[in-house]
């Protein structure tokens, strides 16, 4: 049953959206089903019916107010049920939408590496809700992590300081055909020839860019396929990814321990002073020993 509360994201919508275009007979609706259709203007929410014989007709009419959005809401609710649930349906959309696009433009102005548009080829470990292979992704190098995005929301995301490995392979730049050759009779007829095989090469000849960028972390391996540049020259673009990555997969540095013979030196020290024993200082130096 439809719950009879005010959607928090129809609120929302009216609030972002404080005024639909002018309707001209309480036209455009914001939501409709079948015959019946509901809107705003600046004034008024409305709840309209649409008859092939006697036209628009207002059902009910509220004042531009949060208690009018309240009344209309409940009159939705209790009279016109099926149109409530397209309008609640219809707000869901909307405000997912405008999160999306909001989360797309904080992601365009983080991405200070480059945005690269490619096709997934596949891997392993994503969060695929129903997303395969052949699928477009959008791929967000910013300061500090890699984030990547579907039409059906993120598929990934990644620090680089938790990456193994960002490659960038493939054959790069190819082209093919062009394999046209000219000639004629004298000299003339030869240049002609040329000419004109030179113009059908320029015309035949197709040049592509097939770059494979793999990103992997400890749980993931995710691969894709980018046309726009060479492994080289995107290489060369993110570098200062590659350069984090790289970093985080660099041993930590080993603790370098003092000279043993100054620890042993430093025992006996004690011992002859009486601060160990002849049974603690045997034990001790013995396990400094082992320890090297």
Request: aromatic share 8%.
């Amino acid at each position: 049953m439809l719950d009879s509360a005010l959607p928090d994201e129809l609120r929302e919508i009216v609030a972002v959206h404080p005024s639909l275009p002018a309707p001209v007979g309480y036209d455009p609706l914001f939501a409709s089903q079948a015959d019946m259709g509901f809107g705003w203007n600046a004034r008024n929410f409305y709840i309209v019916r649409d008859r092939a014989l006697t036209g628009r007709k207002v059902m009910a009419s509220f004042p531009r107010t949060d208690e009018g959005l309240e009344a209309a809401w409940q009159t939705l609710v209790q009279g016109y049920p099926v149109l409530a649930s397209e309008v609640a349906h219809e707000a869901t959309r909307v405000a997912h939408e405008a999160t999306t696009a909001d989360q797309r433009e904080q992601l365009l102005r983080r991405a200070s590496f480059g945005v690269l548009t490619c096709t997934l080829l596949g891997g392993h470990g994503w969060e695929d809700g129903g997303v395969e292979a052949g699928a477009t992704c959008v791929l967000y190098f910013c300061e500090r992590e890699l984030v990547v995005r579907t039409g059906r929301g993120e598929l990934a995301r990644s620090s680089y300081s938790s990456a193994v490995a960002l490659d960038f392979t493939g054959p790069g730049r190819q082209t093919t055909g062009g394999r046209i050759y000219g000639g004629g009779f004298g000299l003339i007829g030869a240049a002609e020839g040329m000419i004109v095989a030179a113009v059908l090469n320029s015309l035949a000849r197709k040049t592509t860019i097939h770059t494979v960028i793999r990103f992997q972390t400890p749980d993931m391996e995710l691969f894709f396929f980018y046309s726009e540049k060479t492994p080289e020259e995107l290489r060369i673009q993110l570098s200062g990814v590659v350069k984090q990555v790289e970093a985080a997969g660099q041993p930590e540095p080993a603790v370098h321990l003092s000279d043993p013979v100054e620890q042993v030196a430093k025992l006996a020290a004690l011992h002859s002073a009486g601060a160990l024993s002849d049974e603690e200082f045997a034990a001790l130096k013995a396990k400094l020993i082992a320890s090297l």
